[in-house]
């Protein structure tokens, strides 16, 4: 989130509810955003967003982008594109607010959809690619946590042992209510 270079009263978009977009949306409150929206397929982890510090949730049965502005209280100043499909960075351009920032946390290992620049460069936004942290995250990371990691671990749905895990991991390839599942290599 620091690539984010967040300003004081943000309004931030998170495109995505998987544990990435949701430490976002933790890491945007506690960086000083105002307002953080969600922007998710379902609605299965709106509640994770919100204790996470989500002032609001939208799924495609609304018209979400224009929730999305209304909620915010205007255009976002950054969207985090958390979602990792095709598509996904294309949209978060074309909701940010002229001279946003696009931040791309999600994984998209097939080819995405064109755009075309020219509307961006008349919009001046800027896109962020993010892949690896500085040695200061962790530190930050660990005195956070240290200090009130309650909300984080509210995205651990599970633990479970070795041994339960090849079916646990199976049962992430469908529609599950499972947000982050831990493993106890010790149980």
């Known amino acids: 989130m620091h690539l984010a270079q967040l300003a004081p009263a943000n309004r931030v ?3 995505g509810a998987g544990p990435i977009g949701l430490a976002a949306v933790f890491w945007a409150r506690r960086l000083g955003a105002s307002r953080v ?3 998710a397929t379902s609605r299965r982890r709106e509640t994770f967003a919100m204790e996470l510090g989500a002032t609001s949730f939208l799924a495609p049965e609304e018209d979400a982008v224009a929730a999305a502005v209304d909620d915010l ?3 976002p100043d950054v969207v985090i594109e958390a979602a990792g499909v095709p598509g996904a960075i294309e949209r978060a351009m ?5 001279t946003g920032t696009v931040v791309v946390l999600g ?7 064109p755009c075309v620049p020219a509307i961006y460069l008349t919009k001046k936004i ?3 690619f993010s892949m690896t942290y500085r040695v200061a995250d962790f530190h930050h990371v660990i005195d956070t946590l240290e200090a009130d990691g309650a909300p984080l671990r509210a995205m651990v749905s599970e633990t479970v042992s070795l041994d339960e895990l090849p079916p646990v991991f199976e049962s992430q390839r469908g529609s599950t209510p499972q947000c982050k599942v831990m493993i106890d290599r010790w149980a």
């Open 13 to 15: 978009l998170v495109l």
């Open 37 to 39: 929206a969600v922007m």
């Open 73 to 75: 209280g205007g255009p």
């Open 94 to 98: 074309q909701i940010v607010k002229p």
């Open 107 to 113: 994984w998209c290992s097939v080819p995405d959809t």
């Open 126 to 128: 800027r896109l962020q």
